[in-house]
């Protein structure tokens, strides 16, 4: 005697060894002995075999019509015996046979939509409403089935669907596994044995290796878009007292967001008053308003070569901007020193108006405001002196006070500060303000870091933050910091709300609060210091953020990330335009300096590659590299070296390369893509008839 039973999902079928009231001993074709609850056991029968009988019933079960089986069963709960001799058998006191029960029962367990199960064995049709429910959904899924099957045939042919193209970044980094594009691709890219990016390059969907890199960075950080809702700059309020300063702002020429301006009084006098003057947003912008959300929501403009997305809307920059020729509002930090020894005697925060005299641009004059012209009031330049709105005698007092001050951190850190390397500065062939669309020529130049201008401003902004951030922790009064225990290998800079010392600048406390247009820490930092300017000793009570407020984490949290992912885009859509430079210049070979591992760095653009070749050199030894093929969806060169051009590394270069190397990003290689070829396909399938 055999028995056909379920068991998890399955049917089985083998030999009756024994049997009990609540169950039995089988043995299966296999040899394996399995015990079988009773209730569990559907069908006893005695031939034929249980794999032929399964066999058979399979077969039979595909030639029933659901349909007509559905009109033939009973209203109410029936067996699955009952079914079999009601669609089979003409004679209605006939039973079924054994291959038609069986029949029946798998084509009624496969089709839950028709028969809903009741029981072991048993079943109830669907009410007909629901059965159309059901099989609509099943028709609108096999459509959709091919619809995908379609699509995936277009992507391995090299045509991307415009459903496709247009999901296409929400595919590749946040997809919806279930969605019809994304399985698309993953069928293509099975099918073809073609990586998903690969795949969609190849049919096109990605048309321009820029457009990719910047939808990407507005996908994943500016899904809603970078146009500002419809916003009003409020107006400050205070009867603010008009400065008696000219004051100077130093920027680039394509800044417009003007935080920061310098004035200096007392010259000559031998006590000299240093006013450093930001810009006051935080004065008429309230914590929660409108302009903050925008502001919160961004925590930060983001910069790239020919263009910028900026944390406020321009009509509200331009309200705060130090603009020349007007009296701006401002938070000012007057510094009080000792015009020959240079020591501060007394510091002092006024909130005022200040005239901005002139905006002074380090792009026009770092050729003509020198270190040498500075430091020798004799000395003239070839083609004579340019005209400047702020005097000599001013700068180069400013020049000597940074690098006092520079000087003084030094001791601090416990080692000089180096500035080994340049910045470079963009430009584009396009029309300010657009987007660029990735195929403009592109003008690289060098800034050096440490220039005069360069300096000074830099020097006088670590001086406001640092002695700001201190007034914050005196007066009690919370602020964002950013802190770093040592300079030893692997501490790095963190953000936090107490005031801690900053070994890599060399200041016991710094607190960003001198581009409140730009950052929002530095917002957030302005209205605590407003704070302290107006209250005093109370300051902790009136400040908008108090001791421990769960705002001020979240704020640093949120900032962290932002800033991480905007630096990133920035490094990364730097290399792109750097590789276009290549490009469009010819360029294939370049002399780099080695300086980790396998990677060098180029001597005359901002590139960091791996070269072939390269290994075992030491640190700042200077070669000859070769490129290779450039790849601008990965931002990727190759590169080997093809000759040392010196024989002995200065060791003074060997130190400047182990000092920068940590701060090294390739910025380039295999991108991250959330397409996963290799997941099992999740589809709901029916169980499986067996007889093992």
């Not at 004679?91 to 084509?107: C, G, H, I, M, N």
């Not at 012209?373 to 709105?389: D, I, K, Q, V, Y």
Request: contains cysteine; aromatic residues 8%; hydrophobic residues 45%.
């Amino acid at each position: 005697m055999f028995v056909l039973f379920e068991e998890t999902g399955k049917f089985l079928a083998g030999r009756i060894l024994s049997e009990a009231d609540s169950s039995l001993q089988v043995e299966l074709d296999s040899g394996k002995r399995v015990k079988v609850k009773a209730v569990n056991a559907l069908l006893k029968f005695e031939k034929p075999a249980p794999a032929e009988l399964v066999a058979a019933g399979q077969k039979l079960s595909a030639e029933i019509e659901l349909d007509l089986a559905w009109e033939f069963a009973s209203d109410e709960e029936f067996g699955f015996a009952d079914l079999a001799r009601d669609y089979f058998s003409a004679d209605p006191a006939k039973p079924a046979s054994t291959e038609q029960q069986v029949a029946a029962l798998f084509r009624l367990f496969e089709a839950p939509h028709y028969f809903r199960r009741a029981g072991k064995g048993r079943f109830k049709k669907a009410p007909a409403e629901i059965l159309q429910q059901a099989l609509g959904a099943i028709e609108k899924k096999k459509q959709l089935a091919a619809q995908i099957s379609a699509w995936a045939e277009e992507l391995g042919q090299g045509q991307c669907p415009a459903p496709v193209r247009e999901q296409l970044y929400k595919i590749l980094f946040k997809p919806d596994k279930n969605s019809p594009e994304y399985k698309a691709v993953v069928e293509a890219s099975r099918a073809t044995h073609i990586a998903p990016l690969a795949l969609l390059q190849r049919a096109g969907a990605i048309a321009s290796p820029y457009q990719f890199h910047w939808k990407r960075f507005l996908f994943e950080n500016f899904p809603k878009g970078t146009a500002f809702p419809a916003l009003q700059a409020p107006k400050v309020l205070d009867e603010l007292p008009l400065a008696a300063v000219q004051a100077y702002s130093i920027d680039d020429s394509a800044t417009t967001e003007i935080d920061d301006a310098l004035s200096v009084q007392g010259l000559g006098s031998g006590t000299v008053v240093l006013g450093i003057h930001i810009a006051a947003p935080g004065l008429a912008i309230q914590p929660a308003d409108a302009i903050d959300q925008v502001a919160r929501t961004r925590l930060s403009t983001v910069y790239m070569p020919g263009y910028k997305i900026t944390m406020l809307p321009d009509d509200v920059v331009q309200s705060y901007t130090l603009e020349e020729g007007r009296d701006c509002p401002a938070v000012s930090l007057y510094v009080t020193l000792d015009e020959a020894t240079l020591d501060i005697k007394a510091s002092e925060t006024k909130l005022e108006r200040v005239p901005i005299a002139a905006n002074l641009r380090h792009d026009q004059l770092d050729s003509v405001i020198t270190a040498e012209w500075l430091e020798n009031p004799a000395f003239e330049h070839e083609n004579g002196s340019t005209p400047l709105p702020i005097g000599r005698e001013t700068l180069s007092f400013l020049y000597r006070l940074a690098k006092h001050l520079k000087a003084q951190r030094e001791v601090v850190r416990g080692k000089p500060e180096t500035f080994n390397r340049p910045d470079y500065n963009f430009r584009l062939d396009h029309s300010s303000g657009q987007e660029p669309q990735g195929e403009e020529t592109v003008r690289i130049s060098i800034r050096q870091r440490g220039a005069p201008l360069d300096l000074i401003v830099a020097e006088a902004m670590i001086l406001a933050n640092s002695t700001w951030g201190s007034w914050l922790g005196e007066l009690g009064v919370p602020g964002i910091y950013r802190s770093q225990a040592s300079l030893a290998p692997g501490v790095k800079v963190r953000m936090g709300t107490k005031a801690l010392p900053h070994a890599g600048i060399g200041v016991k406390s710094y607190a960003w609060s001198t581009s409140p247009l730009r950052r929002y820490t530095d917002l957030v930092n302005q209205w605590q210091i407003i704070a302290c300017a107006r209250h005093g000793r109370t300051a902790a009570l009136a400040a908008p953020f108090k001791p421990k407020d769960a705002e001020l984490f979240s704020i640093i949290s949120g900032f962290d990330a932002a800033y991480s992912a905007y630096n990133g885009f920035q490094a990364g859509i730097e290399r792109y335009w750097t590789l276009k430079y290549l490009e469009q210049h010819g360029i294939s070979e370049l002399t780099a300096t080695a300086f980790k591992d396998n990677l060098v760095r180029a001597d005359e653009v901002p590139l960091v590659l791996s070269a072939m070749g390269a290994q075992g050199l030491p640190r700042g030894a200077r070669v000859r590299v070769k490129l290779g093929a450039i790849d601008e969806i990965t931002l990727d060169v190759s590169g080997a070296v093809i000759e040392r051009l010196d024989t002995v590394v200065d060791a003074a270069a060997q130190v400047a390369q182990d000092e920068d190397s940590e701060a090294d990003e390739l910025a380039a290689g295999p991108i991250s893509i959330a397409v996963e070829v290799d997941e099992p396909v999740n589809e709901a399938l029916p169980a499986a008839a067996q007889a093992t």
